[in-house]
């Protein structure tokens, strides 16, 4: 009998060594990509900001690249309209999702949770064109009438297809953290006296706040990386962002130049440089709001 326990707990413990080499693997795959993405965004995008000027680059406020006798690659426009865009996507999305969230969660009927919640999944898979189709039909036409102006595409069109683009994925995170808040927390306040409301809202969710700002995390990473369907109602033009005015996002700079723009020339060095920044950005934020979370998990 031990002689064939022996065997049988060699071949069990060198799968367990073969499962964690493939994990092992697959995470220097995943560290292996972001390194090299990293790498080819900074030797492709630093030659323009060498040969523009940093301060030029990132706080000049005119973008003509197709200009022969003056061109100018300033990016302020594209950068405060990407955080303008992302921040009022959250500002609308964040609080819609959360109580969507809420209501699927804690109060609404099994029936009706069991119609939301494929909708919200639904949502979740529809492409971007779709998203930027559906706005240049619908959005648009009513963003120019009700406020008289010549062009429905405008920031303000931009901040509502990006704010019903991230819903699904607040909505779904920040739902599975207030279910994953025990039971007794709940019970303890009713007990006490509370009503449904005010537990959901004074012990349920402060509970669950840590997933719920992980799903507005997710958000942000979706609104800012965002581009075809900005793209389609956005307007696509570099002005200092204003509601009603059409603007271009990091995104969609990138996306509507990069097609004709000359391989070696400046304008695709600068729309590499671009993206660097995109990239910063990006990993810049992830890290602030990470280092909210950990400090918020840790008091």
Excluded: H
Excluded at 147 to 155: K, M, Q, R, T
Excluded at 200 to 210: E, H, I, L, N
Aim: proline fraction near 5%; aromatic fraction near 8%; hydrophobic fraction near 55%.
């Amino acid at each position: 009998m031990n002689k064939q326990a022996k065997p049988s707990l060699r071949a069990k413990n060198a799968v367990e060594r073969g499962m964690n080499l493939v994990f092992l693997l697959c995470g220097f795959i995943a560290i292996a990509f972001v390194v090299l993405i990293t790498i080819y965004l900074i030797i492709s995008g630093l030659p323009a900001i060498k040969e523009v000027g940093l301060i030029d680059f990132l706080f000049g406020t005119r973008w003509d690249s197709t200009n022969k006798t003056d061109p100018a690659y300033g990016i302020l426009p594209f950068i405060l309209t990407s955080i303008y865009g992302t921040a009022g996507a959250i500002i609308i999305g964040v609080p819609i999702g959360f109580f969507t969230a809420v209501f699927l969660a804690k109060v609404a009927p099994p029936k009706v949770a069991a119609v939301i919640r494929p909708a919200v999944d639904l949502l979740a898979g529809i492409p971007s064109v779709v998203y930027g189709l559906v706005g240049m039909m619908v959005l648009l036409p009513a963003i120019r009438e009700f406020f008289n102006i010549p062009a429905g595409d405008s920031l303000l069109a931009a901040i509502i297809v990006l704010a019903v683009m991230i819903l699904p994925s607040i909505i779904s995170v920040s739902e599975t953290a207030l279910k994953a808040v025990p039971k007794e927390y709940e019970e303890a306040s009713l007990a006490l006296g509370a009503t449904e409301l005010e537990t959901y809202f004074r012990v349920t969710a402060p509970a669950a706040k840590s997933g719920i700002a992980a799903a507005a995390v997710l958000g942000v990473g979706r609104a800012i990386g965002e581009a075809m369907a900005i793209l389609m109602v956005a307007g696509n033009v570099a002005n200092m962002p204003s509601m009603l005015s059409s603007v271009k996002f990091l995104t969609t700079a990138i996306a509507s130049e990069m097609s004709y723009a000359a391989v070696g020339s400046l304008q695709r060095n600068a729309l590499y440089s671009i993206g660097l920044v995109l990239f910063l950005l990006i990993m810049l934020i992830n890290v602030v709001l990470n280092v909210f979370l950990k400090r918020d998990k840790e008091a």
